[in-house]
C-alpha cells in the first residue's frame, strides 16, 4: 500500500482527548484511559499493544460504541459515536459464540437484527462462511469445533454485515502458536486481495511479534491509567519474515519503549511513589516466577544480561507474563530493565548464589524497603499488642487510590511475597494479617 | 418446546434434505400417534372443566377404579397449567426484575416472602376470589385448584430465570449490542436459551413440589366451602376419610404412571434437546437420551408439516418491539439517576408501613397480643421440629449421598427414583402413621413431625449425590495415593468437597419442610385426627375454621421466620461455601 495516498485520505476514525473513569465509591475516581488522542485511516491495520490493565481493550469498546467514554469524542467517518454502528463489527478475545446457535445461526445473527430476509440472509451468510474456510461445518454448533473453527465462526459473523471498521479484541490470544499462526495468515491474505468488504482494522494485542506481523501502525499502551506511551510505523512488506533483521529491530525497538524510563507508570523506582508510598499497584506474580526469572538471567547463555526479545521467545513468555515479573524485580532491586535489557544487579547476584534461608532473609529486607506497603502492614503488626490486623482495612486504604481489583491484586501479590519471605503471614479464613509463622 | 419459537434440530443447510420425498415413515407413525393422543386427552379433559358446581355436586368423587384414569387426566392437566402460567410468570416478572433495577428492588424480596407463604395460605383467599369470579360454575373452582398448584410451583423457576439473566456472560451481552439485537430478538435469541437448562431443571422440581400439595389443592376446605374437584387428589382425600387401603394405592400406583408418562413424553425429550443450551466449551461425556425426541429427530412428514411454523418463528424474530439504537452500557445509564433513586426508595418505603399498618389494623380488630404470642410460640415449636429434622435427614442422607455419588453407574438410576419420592404427597402415609400411632399410644407430637421432611429429605439425598458426583478425580486419586481414611477422609475431603452442594440442598429441604409442616401437622385417617402442636396445624385449623384473620397472622409468622433464617443461616453459609470451598 502506497504510504502518501494514505497521508491524504481522512481519518475514519478520530479518537480525542478520551479519558475513561469510573466511579469507586467513596474515594473517587479510577482513571482507566487518560488523554488517548489517535487516528484510523482507510486502508490501515491498527494495533492496539500493551498488557492487561493497559486501557486498550476499554478504548476499543469506546470505538465499538460499546461505552461512552468519560471526557473527548471519538468519531467514525466525521460523526459522533453514540451507541453502536453498523458500520462496526467485532470479533471477540473468547470468541463469544452462541452456543446455542448453529454456525450458520451465529453468522447470521446480525443480519437477522437488521430485518434481511430468511433466503437473503442464508445465502450471504453461506458466501461469508465460504470465504472464511468454514464449509461442511454449517450445520455444526460451537462446542464440537476446535478454537481456531470457532475463531474463524467469530470473524465470519464481523464480515457478513459488511463492516467498514473491523474491531478485534486479542483475536489469537485465545488460541495456540500454530493455529494462530494460520488464522493470522489467511486474515492477511483476504485482507491483501481485497476480499473482505472492510476499510480498516483495529487490534488489540498482548503479543509483540502478532503486533509487527499484522499491522501497518502499532500504539503502544503503557498502565496505571492507560495511555498511549509510543508510536510506532511498520513498512516491512508482507508477508513478513520473523528472522528479517528489519523485523527484530522493529520488535527491539518496542521492547525498548516498553522498558523505556521516562514512561510515566508509577511502578518504576526513578519515580517518586505515589501519596505515601504505600499505593503502588503491584502485580499478581508468583514467587516462583521471581526466583526463576532471577535464575535464568544468571544462568547460561544470558550470565546476568539478557536481551528481552530472545528471552521472551525462549521461555514463551508474553508481555503479560514477562513484565510484571521484570518490573516487580527491578523494583526490589534485583534487575534493572532498560532499553529493551534485563540485568542482574549485585544484590540479583547474591541471591541466586544464596541457600533458602539467605533468600528469604535477603528477600524480607527488600520487601521492607523497597514495597512500602509491606513495610506499613508489618509496622502496624509490630504495633499492636495482638500483633494481628484485618487485611480488609488494607484493601480499603488502597481503594482510595486504586480500583477494587487493583486493590486486591496487590494485597495478594503483598501476601504472597511476605509468606515467601516470612516478614508476615495471613490467615485466609479470618483474613488477618498475623506475626506469627506457624510452625 | 418452550424457549424458541423454531427448532433447529434439521440440519437445515444441508442441500440434500430438499431432495428428501415427502412421504411419511414409521417415525412420522409413531410421532402422530403421541401427537394425536395428546390432544384428544387435553380436549377431552379440558371440556368437563366448564360444568356447573351443582352438577360436581351432583356426581361426588367415587372411589371406582374405573374412574381412576379419568381423575388422573384432569389433575395432569391441573399440574401443567400451573406450570404454563408459572412459565408465563416467570417470563414476564422475573425478566421485568432483571431489566429493570427499580422492579428488581421490590420484586426479588417479595418473591423471597412469597415462596415461603404456604400453599394452602394463598388458598384461604384465592378460592373465595375466584368462586365470585366465576359464580356457581365449576372453573372458578378449577381457577382456584390451578392458582394453588401455581404458587407451590413458581417460585424457584422464577428464581432461577432471574439468576440466569443476572449473570449474562459479558461477551455474548456485547455482541448483541454490537449487532443492535432489539430487546425481543435478544430475549429469544440470548436470554431464554441461556437460562433454558437452569429453568427446566426447576421445572421438573416444580412438578414434584406440585405432586406433594396435590390433595390440599383438589379438595379445597375453607370454611363453609368444601369443594372436591374431580382428580387424584380428591380421590386419595376421600379414600383417607373412607378408611380404604386398596384405593389408596391405586392413587399412588395411578401416579406413579402418571409421573413416569411425562418424564418419558415431556422431560426427557426437553432434556434432551436442551443439552445444546449448556453453556461449556466441549461436549459433555453423559448425553440424556430419549426414544421420544429419537423419534422426533427422524420423522420426516412432521418435519415438513411443522415448517410454516418456523417461517412464522422465522418471521416473529425479525420483529423490533423496542428500539435498539443507542443501547449505551448500562453501567453509565444507572448513575444519573439517585434522586430518582432515592424518590423510589421513599415510595416503597412509604407503601409498605402503609401496607404493613392496614394489616396490623385489620389483624387488631379481633386479635389480642395474645394471639401473636400464641402463633409465635407455635412458630417456634415447628422451628425446633425443623432443625431436628433436618439434622437427621442429613445425619442420614450425606453418608448415603456420597456413597452412591461415587458410584456414578448407580448415581444414574438413583436420580429418577429421588425425584419421584419427592413428588409424593404426605397424605399417602396417613393412615400407616395415624395407626401406628393411635395403637402404641405415641406422643403426635413428636411422631407426625416425620411426615413433613417426607418429600423434601430428597432435596438433601439429590444435591449430595451431585456433589460427591463431580468431585475431582485427581483429588480422588490423592485420596488413593495417600491412603486417607475413615475420620480424616470425612473431615478433611469429603464433607468440604459437598459441602456447597449440601448447603443448597438443606436449604431447599428447610424452607420446603416449614411449608409442609400444613399438611403434616394435622393427620387425619376416617375419623381420627391427630394434631400436633406447632404453626402448620395452627394455619391449618384457621383455614379450616375459616377465620381469615388468623390465616393472616400464620402466614406472616411463618414468612418471617423463614426469611429471617435464610437471612441470618443459610446466606451466610452459602456466601461462605461459594467463597472457601470452590474447586475452581
Same mark, same amino acid.
Given at each position: 500500500?502506497?504510504?502518501?495516498?494514505?497521508?491524504?485520505?481522512?481519518?475514519?476514525v478520530?479518537?480525542?482527548?478520551v479519558c475513561?473513569?469510573?466511579?469507586?465509591?467513596?474515594?473517587?475516581?479510577?482513571?482507566v484511559?487518560?488523554?488517548?488522542?489517535?487516528?484510523?485511516?482507510?486502508?490501515?491495520?491498527?494495533?492496539?499493544?500493551?498488557?492487561?490493565?493497559?486501557?486498550?481493550?476499554?478504548?476499543?469498546?469506546?470505538i465499538?460504541?460499546?461505552?461512552?467514554?468519560?471526557?473527548?469524542?471519538?468519531?467514525?467517518e466525521?460523526?459522533?459515536?453514540?451507541?453502536?454502528?453498523?458500520?462496526?463489527? =467485532?470479533?471477540?478475545?473468547?470468541?463469544?459464540?452462541?452456543?446455542?446457535?448453529? =454456525?450458520?445461526?451465529?453468522?447470521?445473527?446480525?443480519?437477522?437484527?437488521?430485518?434481511?430476509?430468511p433466503?437473503?440472509?442464508?445465502?450471504?451468510?453461506?458466501?461469508?462462511?465460504?470465504?472464511?474456510?468454514l464449509?461442511?461445518?454449517?450445520?455444526?454448533?460451537p462446542?464440537?469445533?476446535?478454537?481456531?473453527m470457532?475463531?474463524?465462526?467469530?470473524?465470519?459473523?464481523?464480515?457478513?454485515?459488511?463492516?467498514?471498521?473491523?474491531?478485534?479484541?486479542?483475536?489469537?490470544?485465545?488460541?495456540?502458536?500454530?493455529?494462530?499462526?494460520?488464522?493470522?495468515?489467511?486474515?492477511?491474505?483476504?485482507?491483501?486481495e481485497?476480499?473482505?468488504?472492510?476499510?480498516?482494522?483495529?487490534?488489540?494485542?498482548?503479543?509483540?511479534?502478532?503486533?509487527?506481523?499484522?499491522?501497518?501502525?502499532?500504539?503502544i499502551?503503557?498502565?496505571?491509567?492507560?495511555?498511549?506511551?509510543?508510536?510506532?510505523? =511498520?513498512?516491512?512488506?508482507?508477508?513478513?519474515?520473523?528472522?528479517?533483521?528489519?523485523?527484530?529491530?522493529?520488535?527491539?525497538?518496542?521492547?525498548?519503549?516498553?522498558?523505556?524510563?521516562?514512561?510515566?507508570?508509577?511502578? #518504576?523506582?526513578?519515580?517518586?511513589?505515589?501519596?505515601n508510598?504505600?499505593?503502588?499497584?503491584?502485580?499478581?506474580?508468583?514467587?516462583?516466577?521471581?526466583?526463576?526469572?532471577?535464575?535464568?538471567?544468571?544462568?547460561?547463555?544470558?550470565?546476568?544480561?539478557?536481551?528481552?526479545?530472545?528471552?521472551?521467545a525462549?521461555?514463551?513468555?508474553e508481555?503479560?507474563?514477562?513484565?510484571?515479573?521484570?518490573?516487580?524485580l527491578?523494583?526490589?532491586?534485583? =534487575?534493572?530493565?532498560e532499553?529493551?535489557?534485563?540485568?542482574?544487579?549485585p544484590?540479583?547476584?547474591?541471591?541466586?548464589?544464596?541457600e533458602?534461608?539467605?533468600?528469604?532473609?535477603?528477600?524480607?529486607?527488600? #520487601?521492607?524497603?523497597?514495597?512500602?506497603?509491606?513495610a506499613?502492614?508489618?509496622?502496624?503488626?509490630?504495633?499492636?499488642?495482638?500483633?494481628?490486623?484485618?487485611?480488609?482495612?488494607?484493601?480499603?486504604?488502597?481503594?482510595?487510590?486504586?480500583?477494587?481489583?487493583a486493590?486486591?491484586d496487590?494485597?495478594?501479590?503483598?501476601?504472597?511475597?511476605?509468606?515467601?519471605?516470612?516478614?508476615?503471614?495471613?490467615?485466609?479464613?479470618?483474613?488477618?494479617?498475623?506475626?506469627?509463622?506457624?510452625? | 418446546?418452550?424457549?424458541?419459537?423454531?427448532?433447529?434440530?434439521?440440519?437445515?443447510?444441508?442441500?440434500?434434505?430438499?431432495?428428501?420425498?415427502?412421504l411419511?415413515?414409521?417415525?412420522?407413525?409413531?410421532?402422530?400417534?403421541?401427537?394425536?393422543?395428546?390432544?384428544?386427552?387435553?380436549?377431552?379433559?379440558?371440556?368437563?372443566?366448564?360444568?356447573s358446581?351443582?352438577?360436581?355436586?351432583?356426581?361426588?368423587?367415587?372411589?371406582?377404579?374405573?374412574?381412576?384414569?379419568?381423575?388422573?387426566?384432569?389433575?395432569?392437566?391441573?399440574?401443567?397449567?400451573?406450570?404454563?402460567?408459572?412459565?408465563?410468570?416467570?417470563?414476564?416478572?422475573?425478566?421485568?426484575?432483571?431489566?429493570?433495577?427499580?422492579?428488581?428492588?421490590?420484586?426479588?424480596?417479595?418473591? /423471597?416472602?412469597?415462596?415461603?407463604?404456604?400453599?394452602?395460605?394463598?388458598?384461604t383467599?384465592?378460592?373465595?376470589?375466584?368462586?365470585?369470579?366465576?359464580?356457581?360454575?365449576?372453573?372458578?373452582?378449577?381457577?382456584?385448584?390451578?392458582?394453588?398448584?401455581?404458587?407451590?410451583?413458581?417460585?424457584?423457576?422464577?428464581?432461577?430465570?432471574?439468576?440466569?439473566?443476572?449473570?449474562?456472560?459479558?461477551?455474548?451481552?456485547?455482541?448483541?449490542?454490537?449487532?443492535?439485537?432489539?430487546?425481543?430478538?435478544?430475549?429469544?435469541?440470548?436470554?431464554?436459551?441461556?437460562?433454558?437448562?437452569?429453568?427446566?431443571?426447576?421445572?421438573?422440581?416444580?412438578?414434584?413440589?406440585?405432586?406433594?400439595?396435590? &390433595?390440599?389443592?383438589?379438595?379445597?376446605?375453607?370454611?363453609?366451602?368444601?369443594?372436591?374437584?374431580?382428580?387424584?387428589?380428591?380421590?386419595?382425600?376421600?379414600? *383417607?376419610?373412607?378408611?380404604?387401603?386398596?384405593? *389408596?394405592?391405586?392413587?399412588?400406583?395411578?401416579?406413579?404412571?402418571?409421573?413416569?408418562?411425562?418424564n418419558?413424553?415431556?422431560?426427557?425429550?426437553?432434556?434432551?434437546?436442551?443439552?445444546?443450551?449448556?453453556?461449556?466449551?466441549?461436549?459433555s461425556?453423559?448425553?440424556?437420551?430419549?426414544?421420544?425426541? /429419537?423419534?422426533?429427530?427422524?420423522?420426516?412428514?412432521?418435519?415438513?408439516?411443522?415448517?410454516?411454523?418456523?417461517? *412464522?418463528?422465522?418471521?416473529?424474530?425479525?420483529?423490533?418491539?423496542?428500539?435498539?439504537?443507542?443501547?449505551?452500557?448500562?453501567?453509565?445509564?444507572?448513575?444519573?439517576?439517585k434522586?430518582?433513586?432515592?424518590?423510589?426508595g421513599?415510595c416503597?418505603?412509604?407503601?409498605?408501613?402503609?401496607?404493613?399498618? &392496614?394489616?396490623?389494623?385489620?389483624?387488631?380488630?379481633?386479635?389480642?397480643?395474645?394471639?401473636?404470642?400464641?402463633?409465635?410460640?407455635?412458630?417456634?415449636?415447628?422451628?425446633?421440629?425443623?432443625?431436628?429434622?433436618?439434622?437427621?435427614?442429613?445425619?442420614l442422607?450425606v453418608?448415603?449421598?456420597?456413597?452412591? %455419588?461415587l458410584?456414578?453407574?448407580?448415581?444414574?438410576?438413583?436420580?429418577?427414583?429421588?425425584?419421584?419420592?419427592?413428588?409424593?404427597?404426605?397424605?399417602?402415609?396417613?393412615?400407616?402413621?395415624?395407626?401406628?400411632i393411635?395403637?402404641?399410644?405415641?406422643?403426635?407430637?413428636?411422631?407426625?413431625?416425620?411426615?413433613?421432611?417426607l418429600?423434601?429429605q430428597?432435596?438433601?439425598?439429590?444435591?449430595?449425590?451431585?456433589?460427591?458426583?463431580s468431585?475431582?478425580?485427581?483429588?480422588?486419586?490423592?485420596?488413593?495415593?495417600?491412603?486417607?481414611?475413615?475420620?480424616?477422609?470425612?473431615?478433611?475431603?469429603?464433607?468440604?468437597?459437598?459441602?456447597?452442594?449440601?448447603?443448597?440442598?438443606?436449604?431447599?429441604?428447610?424452607?420446603?419442610?416449614?411449608?409442609?409442616?400444613?399438611?403434616?401437622?394435622?393427620?387425619?385417617? %376416617?375419623?381420627?385426627?391427630?394434631e400436633?402442636?406447632?404453626?402448620?396445624?395452627?394455619?391449618?385449623?384457621?383455614?379450616?375454621?375459616?377465620?381469615?384473620?388468623?390465616? &393472616?397472622?400464620?402466614? &406472616?409468622?411463618?414468612?418471617?421466620?423463614?426469611?429471617?433464617?435464610?437471612?441470618?443461616?443459610?446466606r451466610?453459609?452459602?456466601?461462605?461455601?461459594?467463597?472457601?470451598?470452590?474447586?475452581?
Open positions: 500500500m502506497d504510504n502518501s495516498v494514505l497521508v491524504k485520505n481522512p481519518p475514519l478520530s479518537v480525542q482527548d475513561q473513569s469510573y466511579d469507586n465509591g467513596t474515594s473517587g475516581q479510577i482513571t484511559l487518560d488523554n488517548i488522542n489517535m487516528e484510523l485511516r482507510r486502508g490501515e491495520i491498527v494495533g492496539l499493544l500493551g498488557r492487561s490493565g493497559s486501557g486498550k481493550s476499554t478504548l476499543l469498546r469506546a465499538a460504541g460499546l461505552i461512552q467514554p468519560t471526557k473527548g469524542t471519538v468519531t467514525f466525521g460523526k459522533l459515536i453514540s451507541g453502536t454502528s453498523s458500520d462496526v463489527a =467485532v470479533v471477540f478475545q473468547n470468541f463469544a459464540l452462541f452456543p446455542w446457535l448453529t =454456525v450458520l445461526e451465529n453468522v447470521e445473527i446480525g443480519l437477522e437484527a437488521r430485518g434481511v430476509k433466503a437473503a440472509r442464508r445465502q450471504q451468510a453461506l458466501s461469508a462462511i465460504d470465504l472464511i474456510g464449509d461442511g461445518y454449517e450445520s455444526a454448533y462446542k464440537e469445533l476446535s478454537g481456531g470457532r475463531q474463524r465462526v467469530g470473524l465470519a459473523r464481523a464480515l457478513v454485515v459488511h463492516p467498514k471498521l473491523l474491531l478485534m479484541d486479542e483475536p489469537f490470544s485465545a488460541l495456540d502458536v500454530l493455529t494462530s499462526e494460520t488464522l493470522r495468515n489467511d486474515l492477511l491474505d483476504l485482507w491483501s481485497g476480499r473482505m468488504p472492510i476499510e480498516a482494522i483495529l487490534m488489540v494485542t498482548h503479543n509483540i511479534e502478532d503486533a509487527v506481523l499484522m499491522c501497518d501502525h502499532i500504539l499502551f503503557g498502565s496505571n491509567p492507560g495511555h498511549i506511551i509510543g508510536e510506532i510505523h =511498520v513498512q516491512l512488506p508482507q508477508p513478513r519474515n520473523r528472522l528479517d533483521p528489519a523485523f527484530r529491530e522493529i520488535l527491539e525497538e518496542i521492547y525498548s519503549l516498553m522498558t523505556s524510563k521516562t514512561d510515566s507508570t508509577n511502578r #518504576l523506582p526513578s519515580e517518586p511513589f505515589v501519596g508510598g504505600i499505593a503502588i499497584v503491584l502485580p499478581k506474580v508468583s514467587v516462583n516466577e521471581l526466583a526463576g526469572l532471577i535464575e535464568t538471567i544468571a544462568a547460561p547463555p544470558y550470565n546476568g544480561k539478557a536481551d528481552l526479545p530472545p528471552l521472551a525462549s521461555l514463551r513468555l508481555i503479560d507474563d514477562l513484565f510484571p515479573v521484570g518490573e516487580t527491578q523494583l526490589l532491586r534485583f =534487575v534493572e530493565m532499553k529493551g535489557d534485563i540485568r542482574l544487579t544484590l540479583g547476584q547474591r541471591f541466586v548464589e544464596s533458602l534461608d539467605d533468600r528469604k532473609h535477603l528477600f524480607s529486607q527488600q #520487601l521492607s524497603v523497597y514495597v512500602p506497603l509491606a506499613h502492614i508489618r509496622c502496624i503488626l509490630d504495633e499492636r499488642p495482638s500483633h494481628k490486623a484485618s487485611a480488609q482495612r488494607f484493601r480499603d486504604e488502597l481503594q482510595d487510590y486504586m480500583s477494587e481489583e486493590a486486591n496487590t494485597i495478594k501479590a503483598v501476601t504472597s511475597m511476605a509468606r515467601y519471605a516470612e516478614y508476615f503471614a495471613y490467615d485466609e479464613e479470618s483474613d488477618l494479617f498475623t506475626l506469627d509463622n506457624p510452625s | 418446546m418452550v424457549f424458541l419459537p423454531h427448532n433447529s434440530i434439521e440440519p437445515r443447510a444441508n442441500p440434500a434434505f430438499s431432495r428428501v420425498p415427502i411419511p415413515n414409521i417415525y412420522d407413525l409413531v410421532a402422530f400417534t403421541l401427537l394425536g393422543g395428546a390432544i384428544a386427552l387435553v380436549v377431552h379433559g379440558t371440556s368437563d372443566m366448564s360444568g358446581l351443582a352438577l360436581l355436586e351432583k356426581q361426588p368423587i367415587s372411589l371406582g377404579i374405573g374412574h381412576l384414569p379419568e381423575y388422573a387426566l384432569r389433575t395432569t392437566l391441573r399440574m401443567f397449567a400451573g406450570i404454563l402460567i408459572s412459565l408465563v410468570f416467570t417470563f414476564v416478572v422475573a425478566t421485568f426484575a432483571a431489566k429493570n433495577h427499580r422492579a428488581g428492588q421490590i420484586i426479588v424480596p417479595a418473591m /423471597d416472602i412469597l415462596q415461603s407463604v404456604p400453599v394452602l395460605g394463598f388458598l383467599f384465592t378460592v373465595t376470589f375466584f368462586l365470585r369470579l366465576f359464580p356457581g360454575q365449576e372453573i372458578g373452582a378449577e381457577c382456584a385448584s390451578i392458582f394453588a398448584i401455581f404458587t407451590s410451583q413458581v417460585w424457584n423457576m422464577a428464581f432461577s430465570f432471574y439468576q440466569s439473566l443476572t449473570s449474562i456472560p459479558t461477551d455474548l451481552d456485547e455482541v448483541c449490542r454490537s449487532f443492535k439485537l432489539s430487546g425481543w430478538q435478544r430475549f429469544w435469541r440470548l436470554e431464554a436459551p441461556f437460562a433454558a437448562p437452569g429453568l427446566i431443571w426447576n421445572t421438573m422440581m416444580s412438578m414434584s413440589g406440585g405432586w406433594f400439595f396435590v &390433595v390440599a389443592s383438589e379438595a379445597i376446605t375453607v370454611g363453609n366451602t368444601d369443594i372436591r374437584l374431580p382428580g387424584i387428589g380428591s380421590y386419595l382425600a376421600l379414600a *383417607i376419610d373412607e378408611k380404604n387401603f386398596s384405593a *389408596i394405592a391405586a392413587a399412588v400406583l395411578a401416579m406413579v404412571v402418571i409421573i413416569l408418562l411425562y418419558q413424553l415431556l422431560f426427557r425429550p426437553i432434556l434432551a434437546w436442551a443439552e445444546k443450551f449448556k453453556v461449556e466449551q466441549s461436549t461425556k453423559e448425553k440424556v437420551n430419549s426414544w421420544v425426541y /429419537d423419534i422426533i429427530r427422524h420423522t420426516r412428514l412432521i418435519k415438513c408439516l411443522s415448517a410454516p411454523f418456523l417461517w *412464522i418463528g422465522q418471521q416473529l424474530m425479525m420483529l423490533r418491539f423496542s428500539s435498539a439504537e443507542n443501547q449505551v452500557n448500562p453501567a453509565n445509564a444507572d448513575t444519573y439517576s434522586i430518582g433513586d432515592y424518590a423510589w421513599f416503597v418505603l412509604s407503601a409498605i408501613l402503609w401496607g404493613g399498618w &392496614v394489616t396490623f389494623d385489620y389483624l387488631r380488630q379481633a386479635l389480642s397480643w395474645q394471639d401473636l404470642w400464641i402463633s409465635f410460640s407455635c412458630g417456634l415449636m415447628t422451628l425446633l421440629r425443623v432443625a431436628v429434622l433436618i439434622l437427621l435427614a442429613s445425619l442422607w453418608p448415603v449421598g456420597i456413597w452412591i %455419588g458410584r456414578p453407574s448407580l448415581a444414574q438410576h438413583i436420580q429418577p427414583i429421588a425425584q419421584f419420592l419427592a413428588a409424593f404427597p404426605a397424605n399417602v402415609l396417613f393412615p400407616f402413621v395415624v395407626i401406628a393411635v395403637v402404641t399410644g405415641a406422643n403426635p407430637n413428636i411422631w407426625l413431625s416425620p411426615l413433613m421432611i418429600g423434601t430428597w432435596y438433601i439425598l439429590f444435591n449430595v449425590i451431585a456433589g460427591a458426583a468431585f475431582p478425580t485427581d483429588l480422588k486419586e490423592a485420596v488413593a495415593v495417600y491412603q486417607i481414611r475413615s475420620w480424616t477422609w470425612w473431615r478433611r475431603v469429603m464433607l468440604p468437597g459437598i459441602f456447597p452442594y449440601y448447603i443448597t440442598g438443606a436449604l431447599t429441604a428447610t424452607g420446603g419442610s416449614w411449608n409442609a409442616s400444613i399438611v403434616a401437622e394435622v393427620a387425619s385417617w %376416617g375419623n381420627t385426627q391427630l400436633a402442636y406447632g404453626l402448620g396445624a395452627y394455619i391449618a385449623n384457621a383455614t379450616t375454621a375459616g377465620d381469615v384473620r388468623r390465616v &393472616v397472622l400464620g402466614i &406472616v409468622v411463618m414468612a418471617f421466620f423463614v426469611t429471617f433464617f435464610n437471612r441470618i443461616l443459610w451466610p453459609l452459602y456466601a461462605f461455601a461459594e467463597r472457601r470451598i470452590r474447586f475452581n
